[in-house]
């Protein structure tokens, strides 16, 4: 029922930023704590940054933690994702999705591409 859609994603060199963006359609995202997610090609989907629904707690994958920072609009039935000090090795296709994760909503995801 729930329909999510990334975007924001693109080309940038090492030490840049990206803000990546995902919307909501079909349910509202505060009804649930929120997640981004994100693979790599050969690798499997993993864990990058998740937010709660109350009172807006963030975790971490320690890869990223101190560069990139996740946050809500409950109002906008958004959830983004800052990401600064971007490493070649965060290239990979980032996906927003409710946390845990549930298996019918991934989207299309956005391409990450840091070059060095």
């Known amino acids: 029922q729930v329909q999510l859609v990334e975007s924001g994603g693109g080309l940038v060199q090492a030490g840049g930023s990206l803000r990546l963006s995902c919307a909501a359609s079909g349910r509202t995202l505060s009804s649930a704590d929120l997640g981004w997610f994100r693979q790599a090609p050969g690798k499997e989907r993993e864990f990058v940054a998740a937010?709660?629904?109350?009172?807006?707690?963030?975790y971490y994958a320690d890869s990223v933690k101190g560069r990139f920072t996740i946050s809500r609009n409950n109002f906008k039935n958004t959830v983004d994702l800052q990401m600064s000090s971007l490493k070649p090795e965060d290239t990979a296709v980032y996906y927003c999705n409710i946390y845990p994760a549930h298996s019918d909503y991934w989207g299309q995801g956005t391409q990450v591409t840091v070059s060095s």
């Open positions: 937010i709660t629904m109350t009172g807006g707690v963030t």
